[in-house]
């Protein structure tokens, strides 16, 4: 049996154009309606993935009012259909208010048939892919990837990803290095999932958080009566995590003496509890983070090269929020379907200055800082979309890093405005041209000249 046509539902109270329209698409199930409740009584019954809209409906043919009414009932039924919106009636000021309220795409009539219907297929895509997304972000498969499990347009995030998977089937203990925020026990786990041992447990303790005099029973575990409430014998995280793998963050607050221990469990697999004799075989890998520099402590003296080259047998380096352009308005959008579905279902996007200011800002907290503002704007949200000042990220943005000349300076602008653009139109070459002012041969001779991937 053949597969069934995607439904396109058209809202059109022109009876001839919407003839016109019904016979011009046949790759698609066409559904006509002529009025607000012929429009939603469809949209329930069928679930269209895509809706082309007039705005000028019965009873305000002449106007827009009608028309918004029906976009504005779509969005709150079936927030990811894709709109394309038609009208006539001042039409730039009716597009921006279109595109604020939800809209996918606009169309000034009159209608020419066969450029909607381009809008309509890329619509159609879209949806597709989205759809697809969805899934993959919902499944919690064995199968899943690092690369699964993460949301980037970068390079240089990619690059890291793919790092990762190269080591996951392996044993060597692998250490992550970058600043606070930027997602270290998301890779590690990512790490965990894509290895062999990914039915063993995922165990995560950050070092910094713990006592000194207790990390040593956190790690190790201790046996019944070892020391003054010891009333039964524990395992430690590191055995816990036997046949897994241990995530060790912030590994440069292990003590000395501490680390000392860690080493023998390295080179020897097997540890001995607190107040035990018996040496016990572990098959434990070790993941290990730090935003601080190891390199430097060696030659302080409070960290042991031994232990570092034990624990670095593969460096990752994990580029923060500001290096990696257009990251953080992807992110942003993820963190709002997700909180808004938990805290405030009637939001449903950006408005635009919110974009813009989650792009210029250079985001010093990295990834945390931009899911908290973003859950804080959600909140705070009066309407339907999210305003800057919901971000409450302050004034003007902060002064990029110096080039050494025009020139490096001109192409890292370039590059980084790009991609911000590629972003938001989430790939769309036409729309991210029109987002930078350039003609499409030109984007594709910048994105050739830079190096950059047109997704």
Same mark, same amino acid.
């Given at each position: 049996?053949?597969?069934? *046509?995607?439904?396109?539902?058209?809202?059109?109270?022109?009876?001839?154009?919407?003839?016109?329209?019904?016979?011009?698409?046949?790759?698609?199930?066409?559904?006509?309606?002529?009025?607000?409740?012929?429009?939603?009584?469809?949209?329930?019954?069928?679930?269209?993935?895509?809706?082309?809209?007039? #705005?000028?409906?019965?009873?305000?043919?002449?106007?827009?009012?009608?028309?918004?009414?029906?976009?504005?009932? =779509? %969005?709150?039924?079936?927030?990811?259909? *894709?709109?394309?919106?038609?009208?006539?009636?001042?039409?730039? @000021?009716?597009?921006?208010?279109?595109?604020?309220?939800?809209?996918?795409?606009?169309?000034?009539?009159?209608?020419? =048939?066969?450029?909607?219907?381009?809008?309509?297929?890329?619509?159609?895509?879209?949806?597709?892919?989205?759809? /697809?997304?969805?899934?993959? !972000?919902?499944?919690?498969?064995?199968?899943?990837?690092?690369?699964?499990? %993460?949301?980037?347009?970068?390079?240089?995030?990619?690059?890291?990803?793919?790092?990762? &998977?190269?080591?996951?089937?392996?044993?060597?203990?692998?250490?992550?290095?970058?600043?606070?925020?930027?997602?270290?026990?998301?890779?590690?786990?990512?790490?965990?999932? !894509?290895?062999?041992?990914?039915?063993?447990?995922?165990?995560?303790?950050?070092?910094?958080?713990?006592?000194?005099?207790?990390?040593?029973?956190?790690?190790?575990?201790? @046996?019944?009566?070892?020391?003054?409430?010891?009333?039964?014998?524990?395992?430690?995280?590191?055995?816990?995590?036997?046949?897994?793998?241990?995530?060790?963050?912030?590994?440069?607050?292990?003590?000395?003496?501490?680390?000392?221990?860690?080493?023998?469990?390295?080179?020897?697999?097997?540890?001995?509890?607190?107040?035990?004799?018996?040496?016990?075989?572990?098959?434990?890998? =070790?993941?290990?983070?730090?935003?601080?520099?190891?390199?430097?402590?060696?030659?302080?003296?409070?960290?042991?090269?031994?232990?570092?080259?034990?624990?670095?047998?593969?460096?990752?380096?994990?580029? !923060?929020?500001?290096?990696?352009?257009?990251?953080?308005?992807?992110?942003?959008?993820?963190?709002?379907?997700?909180?808004?579905?938990?805290?405030?279902?009637?939001?449903?996007?950006?408005?635009?200055?919110?974009?813009?200011?989650?792009?210029?800002?250079?985001?010093?907290?990295?990834?945390? &800082? #931009?899911?908290?503002?973003?859950?804080?704007?959600?909140?705070?949200?009066?309407?339907?979309?999210?305003?800057? /000042?919901? #971000?409450? #990220?302050?004034?003007?943005?902060?002064?990029? $890093?110096?080039?050494?000349?025009?020139?490096?300076?001109?192409?890292?602008?370039?590059?980084?405005?790009?991609?911000?653009? %590629? $972003?938001? !139109?989430?790939?769309? =070459?036409? %729309?991210?041209?029109?987002?930078?002012?350039?003609?499409?041969?030109?984007?594709?001779?910048?994105?050739?000249?830079?190096?950059?991937?047109?997704?």
């Amino acid at each position: 049996m053949a597969d069934a *046509k995607p439904k396109l539902l058209i809202v059109e109270d022109d009876e001839g154009l919407q003839a016109q329209l019904k016979w011009a698409y046949d790759d698609y199930e066409v559904v006509i309606a002529g009025n607000r409740d012929q429009a939603l009584a469809a949209l329930r019954a069928d679930e269209p993935a895509v809706v082309t809209l007039d #705005l000028g409906l019965p009873p305000d043919p002449d106007g827009t009012s009608e028309g918004f009414a029906v976009l504005d009932a =779509i %969005m709150e039924m079936k927030p990811d259909t *894709k709109v394309v919106v038609a009208s006539g009636h001042g039409a730039r @000021e009716s597009a921006l208010k279109a595109i604020e309220r939800g809209a996918y795409d606009f169309y000034q009539k009159p209608v020419d =048939i066969e450029q909607l219907g381009l809008i309509v297929e890329r619509a159609f895509k879209l949806s597709k892919i989205e759809s /697809e997304n969805r899934s993959l !972000s919902e499944k919690v498969g064995e199968d899943q990837t690092v690369l699964g499990t %993460m949301i980037t347009a970068a390079p240089e995030m990619a690059k890291v990803a793919r790092t990762i &998977e190269r080591v996951a089937p392996t044993n060597v203990s692998v250490m992550l290095l970058g600043a606070s925020g930027t997602g270290k026990e998301l890779l590690a786990k990512g790490l965990h999932d !894509s290895s062999d041992r990914r039915h063993g447990a995922f165990v995560a303790i950050n070092c910094a958080a713990i006592p000194e005099n207790l990390l040593e029973s956190e790690l190790f575990g201790h @046996e019944k009566g070892a020391f003054t409430g010891a009333v039964k014998t524990t395992e430690g995280k590191i055995e816990m995590a036997n046949g897994g793998t241990l995530f060790l963050d912030e590994v440069g607050d292990i003590p000395l003496p501490l680390q000392v221990k860690l080493l023998r469990f390295l080179q020897e697999r097997v540890i001995e509890r607190i107040g035990g004799r018996k040496a016990i075989p572990v098959d434990t890998r =070790i993941v290990c983070a730090t935003h601080q520099d190891l390199e430097g402590m060696i030659g302080e003296g409070t960290f042991r090269e031994d232990l570092f080259y034990r624990l670095a047998e593969v460096v990752v380096k994990i580029p !923060s929020l500001s290096e990696r352009p257009g990251d953080s308005v992807l992110l942003a959008k993820h963190f709002l379907a997700r909180f808004a579905k938990e805290m405030n279902p009637q939001v449903k996007g950006f408005a635009p200055d919110a974009l813009a200011a989650i792009d210029s800002w250079t985001w010093p907290g990295n990834v945390r &800082e #931009l899911e908290n503002r973003v859950k804080r704007a959600v909140i705070m949200a009066d309407g339907k979309l999210v305003h800057a /000042e919901d #971000l409450d #990220l302050g004034d003007g943005e902060e002064e990029d $890093a110096k080039a050494l000349n025009l020139k490096q300076a001109r192409e890292a602008a370039d590059r980084r405005m790009i991609r911000q653009a %590629m $972003a938001r !139109s989430q790939g769309n =070459i036409s %729309m991210t041209a029109k987002l930078l002012g350039i003609s499409r041969p030109t984007l594709y001779d910048l994105l050739k000249q830079y190096d950059l991937q047109a997704t």
